[in-house]
């Protein structure tokens, strides 16, 4: 995760400090106090390339590539054409319904995580696996204390259990069909530069590709099926085993298919 430390807003209330000390205590980052210095300042000074910046009431990283911060602002699109009869691509490719059990292996920012939840409801469950802990903090976090937004969407985003682990390990410890679908959206073998909103998240997201082994687990673990997305027409589909299910005609992005 790179070399990083935990620090303020400038003008912190007691709240605030306090949630630094715990992230601090809890992440192994060094607590610093913000004072009135630049985020270039404090990198320099103590060597960071990352800073866990504590806010009133929300988290995110300074990176190289600026900031990264939760909001549902996807989820909630994707959220409004749902409910107003429109499809979802990762909901078709997942087959998901009210009361399913997803295991999302690469949280990320969470969009895909908050629009499964808001399908799988109260009577399913979604748990979504992180490796890099700052990216967990600050979307796990976002999930638990975003409030403006609307109930429905709120109600998905709460009922997310994030994990910080590693896919490779977690997928060990879960037993044969315990969960309906498994999903993978790995960080794009070849990034596009247009999705400019996900480049903060480069520089501390796990790019490594996906191995035999887990795709071997991830089957065993899933009940009906697992489901990556990629780029259209990436080899790493075929690599793993999967069969293209929506070859995205329309669009760069696809979802590959292992049906049980
Ligand atoms: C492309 S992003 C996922 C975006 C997400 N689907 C969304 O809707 O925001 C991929 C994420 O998976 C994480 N990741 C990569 N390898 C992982 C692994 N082995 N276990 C858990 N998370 C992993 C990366 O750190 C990154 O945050």
Redesign the pocket.
């Known amino acids: 995760m790179g070399n990083f430390i935990v620090t303020t807003i400038r003008k912190p209330d007691s709240a605030t400090e306090i949630l630094a000390e715990e992230i601090s205590l809890k992440l192994g980052g060094q607590l610093i106090e913000r004072k009135d210095l630049s985020f270039d300042t404090l990198k320099k000074i103590h060597g960071a390339e990352n800073i866990l910046l504590v806010k009133k009431n929300s988290l995110s990283v300074i990176t190289a590539e600026g900031e990264l911060f939760f909001h549902p602002n996807?989820?909630h699109l994707r959220i409004k054409n749902l409910r107003g009869g429109e499809g979802d691509r990762l909901i078709d490719a997942l087959k998901i319904s009210a009361g399913s059990k997803v295991l999302?292996?690469?949280?990320?920012?969470?969009?895909?995580?908050i629009v499964e939840s808001f399908i799988v409801g109260d009577s399913g469950k979604v748990v979504a696996?992180?490796?890099?802990p700052l990216?967990a903090e600050v979307v796990s976090y976002g999930l638990k204390n975003f409030s403006e937004d609307s109930p429905h969407i709120l109600e998905a985003m709460r009922r997310v259990e994030v994990i910080n682990?590693?896919?490779?390990e977690?997928l060990k410890t879960c037993a044969d069909d315990s969960f309906d679908v498994v999903y993978f959206?790995?960080?794009?073998r070849r990034p596009i530069q247009k999705s400019s909103g996900?480049n903060p998240?480069r520089p501390?997201?796990?790019?490594?590709p996906?191995t035999e082994e887990?795709i071997r687990e991830a089957c065993r673990v899933a009940k009906f099926r697992v489901v990556m997305?990629e780029h259209s027409g990436n080899a790493e589909f075929e690599r793993l085993g999967f069969k293209v299910a929506d070859g995205g005609k329309y669009s760069s992005i696809a979802f590959g298919v292992i049906e049980k």
């Open positions: 996807t989820a999302d292996c690469t949280l990320g920012l969470g969009s895909d995580a696996l992180e490796i890099n990216i682990a590693d896919c490779k977690y959206d790995p960080m794009f996900l998240i501390l997201a796990d790019a490594r996906l887990i997305k």
